[in-house]
DNA sequence: TTTTAAATTGTCATATTTGCAAATTTACTA
DNA sequence: TAGTAAATTTGCAAATATGACAATTTAAAA
């Protein structure tokens, strides 16, 4: 009975066209009718879908969480067994691992008006903080008989390696710059490796 | 003969605010009300001193620019003869260094905009890349004996590593985040000193 | 074909943002 | 004190953004 709804597939895509002008206007530039544009749907939709400007405002910051944790799992589920680090940085600076959306510059829009919306700040770290974890947690699978302290801080070097770069691909940077992220990200599992001798 | 000029007092003032709401709000959310309203003065004082909101966007680049290539040569003027390196990562993980006015989310957000801006996408290219020459530099200095690549590699970590600290100390992260950045900008340290054996 | 539930569009009032061009005030000088 | 150059304020029109609701269209089921 009644039309089929596309309340899901709208949804989606209405928050990634949001996604998506956040992170080329700032939350605050991110307009309805920009992000309607960018979805290619009438304003009037969005606020059918997802309500008004403060409710739209909550369902993407669930959106990026959730999606983020995703991706966050997908890629180290889609690790090799062996040589796991490697393929790690080989994901996070290769070009796919960086670009897409530039979705780091949406947590960090987000994350820049965390005072005004509580929910991105407890959302955000752990979003954040479940990255360092799992990266974390592969080095110390990798290297077991190195310090867990020493592994913490070369995950939490090669995340915010990867942050960086992320937030900055819309500038549309030399090539080298993702060859000289995955050399330094390099450098924590080497000295992992350091640690051994 | 005259009423004194405050030029360029107001100038700094207001590009300042500017500076301040494009990191809370975006680029695009930062209104000439919020910036006039930071800034402590009448909207159409932003026009009188800056011009119309494209001419803003252009002088808040070209300060963008010109403020954050003094901050790098400041830091490095500030190194001691000795152990610089080291004091190096005391400026840009101590409580200083950090934060402020979280300018790296001001770099971030123009960047993402930087299709519609030209300008500041070689502005802000010459700004990132001058501060991974500075630090390498100073790299290459200590370590002489390091290849030179390396050194590049290390600076360009540490570097990076610094700007996703800043652009995410809105969040008000754990304390623990500045001695994992700490740490993880160590490693790169460590790593240039163990090539030497 | 009629019913039905949901998608989609249309419209209008209100609020915010911007641009521009006066007027007005202020602080210094001759 | 009068002149003057600059700061500052005032006021208004045009453009854009938002909220809320009514009207219409569409795709399936009965």
Redesign the pocket.
């Known amino acids: 009975?009644?039309?089929?709804?596309?309340?899901e597939q709208?949804t989606t895509e209405i928050l990634a066209a949001y996604e998506l002008c956040v992170a080329r206007h700032g939350l605050?530039g991110?307009?309805?009718?920009?992000?309607a544009a960018e979805a290619g749907?009438?304003?009037?939709?969005l606020?059918?879908?997802l309500?008004?400007?403060?409710e739209?405002v909550e369902a993407l910051i669930k959106h990026v969480v959730t999606r983020f944790n995703s991706e966050t799992d997908q890629m180290i589920a889609a690790l090799p067994k062996t040589d796991r680090p490697k393929a790690l940085l080989d994901i996070l600076f290769g070009p796919l691992g960086v670009s897409e959306t530039a979705s780091v510059l949406t947590i960090n829009a987000l994350g820049a008006a965390s005072d005004r919306f509580p929910k991105a700040r407890t959302g955000l770290l752990e979003v954040i903080t479940r990255m360092h974890d799992a990266v974390a947690e592969e080095l110390i699978r990798d290297y077991p008989r190195v310090d867990k302290t020493a592994c913490r801080a070369a995950a939490f070097g090669i995340c915010h390696l990867y942050f960086s770069i992320d937030s900055l691909m819309m500038l549309d940077p030399p090539e080298d710059w993702l060859n000289q992220a995955r050399q330094a990200a390099n450098v924590h599992l080497q000295a992992l490796e350091e640690t051994l001798k």
Chains 1, 2 share one sequence.
């Open positions: 009975m009644g039309r089929p709804s596309l309340q709208r605050d991110a307009t309805q009718e920009r992000i749907v009438k304003r009037t939709l606020r059918h879908y309500g008004n400007k403060d739209m």
